[in-house]
């Protein structure tokens, strides 16, 4: 199943780039499904980007008195509207919505966040960026902060990113607190302006208050993005490098399309 669905979007993403070369190309694109780059828009253009997450992992079907271990998928809608205040400041405002396995779709709350990057391309030895958001669903809020490095060398375009994230609230049932480090990195290939594959790393990790540091998880996996003069679309596939079906997703994806106005 996986080897089909990453062939699929693969092809279909090269194919669909080659057939847009030529189109202009847009500042803030993103190559990563995961990982924030250092650009940002120009000076008061807006934007609308769809994301889509998928989660297939091991769940039981409530409905059956069986204990059923097959691969389920659980879904996730963000759409955000972005707009660039200066050529270095954006912000970006989110309705996030959740379908989890065998469970219908729901509204799960709004997020808010800014994006701020430092000094000019090629200043510094990496290019570096801050990242601040809100996120609340009427259960729980959670901050979020991302320290991003990326650099572009040629046809080759690296991004790091250091995420951090305090969940309050309901989680988990109980008023708890988590800490999470959620770190990636990319590194990823311009074919040409409208095509760019790439390789991309996802670690999760939380501290709950009271317990101890747990390593969750961790993904790697393709990416593929293809940009027109008015969009931009990023697919990544990641399988789960611990292949243990009890400890979260044993693969996830993530789309982003954009279109930018």
Same mark, same amino acid.
């Given at each position: 199943?996986?080897?089909?669905?990453?062939?699929?979007?693969?092809?279909?993403?090269?194919?669909?780039?080659?057939?847009?070369?030529?189109?202009?190309a847009?500042?803030?694109?993103?190559?990563?499904?995961?990982?924030?780059?250092?650009?940002?828009?120009?000076?008061?253009?807006?934007?609308?980007? %769809?994301?889509?997450?998928?989660?297939?992992?091991?769940?039981?079907?409530?409905?059956?008195?069986?204990?059923e271990?097959?691969?389920?998928?659980?879904?996730?809608h963000?759409?955000?509207?972005?707009?660039?205040?200066?050529?270095? !400041?954006?912000?970006?405002?989110?309705?996030?919505?959740?379908?989890?396995?065998?469970?219908?779709?729901?509204?799960?709350?709004?997020?808010l966040?800014?994006?701020?990057?430092?000094g000019?391309?090629?200043?510094?030895?990496?290019?570096?960026? !801050?990242?601040?958001?809100?996120?609340y669903?009427?259960?729980?809020?959670?901050?979020?902060?991302? /320290?991003?490095?990326?650099?572009?060398?040629?046809?080759?375009?690296?991004?790091?990113?250091?995420?951090?994230?305090?969940?309050?609230?309901?989680?988990?049932?109980?008023?708890?607190?988590?800490?999470?480090?959620?770190?990636?990195?990319?590194?990823?290939y %311009?074919?040409?302006?409208?095509?760019?594959?790439?390789?991309?790393? /996802?670690a999760?990790?939380?501290?709950?208050?009271?317990?101890?540091?747990?390593?969750?998880n %961790?993904?790697?996996?393709p990416?593929?993005?293809?940009?027109?003069k008015?969009?931009?679309?990023?697919?990544?596939?990641?399988?789960?490098?611990?292949?243990?079906r009890?400890?979260?997703?044993?693969?996830?994806?993530?789309?982003?399309?954009a279109?930018?106005?």
């Amino acid at each position: 199943m996986y080897s089909k669905l990453v062939a699929a979007l693969m092809v279909g993403g090269i194919l669909g780039g080659f057939v847009l070369v030529g189109q202009e190309a847009r500042a803030d694109r993103r190559i990563f499904a995961y990982s924030y780059p250092y650009m940002t828009l120009p000076e008061g253009a807006m934007e609308m980007e %769809h994301y889509l997450d998928a989660g297939w992992a091991a769940v039981d079907d409530p409905s059956t008195t069986d204990i059923e271990d097959d691969l389920v998928v659980s879904w996730k809608h963000q759409v955000e509207f972005e707009y660039a205040i200066t050529d270095r !400041l954006d912000f970006g405002f989110y309705n996030v919505f959740k379908q989890a396995a065998f469970g219908s779709m729901k509204y799960d709350g709004l997020k808010l966040r800014s994006r701020y990057r430092i000094g000019d391309p090629g200043q510094f030895v990496v290019d570096p960026a !801050l990242y601040f958001e809100v996120a609340y669903t009427g259960k729980d809020a959670k901050l979020e902060q991302i /320290l991003i490095f990326a650099r572009q060398f040629g046809k080759v375009e690296c991004a790091l990113n250091l995420k951090f994230e305090e969940k309050i609230g309901d989680v988990g049932g109980a008023n708890d607190f988590v800490f999470e480090f959620i770190p990636s990195v990319g590194v990823g290939y %311009h074919i040409n302006n409208n095509v760019a594959i790439g390789l991309e790393y /996802l670690a999760k990790t939380e501290y709950p208050e009271g317990g101890e540091f747990e390593f969750e998880n %961790h993904y790697a996996g393709p990416t593929i993005s293809v940009m027109g003069k008015r969009f931009w679309w990023t697919v990544a596939v990641q399988p789960s490098l611990k292949f243990d079906r009890d400890e979260g997703a044993v693969y996830q994806a993530r789309s982003i399309f954009a279109v930018v106005f």
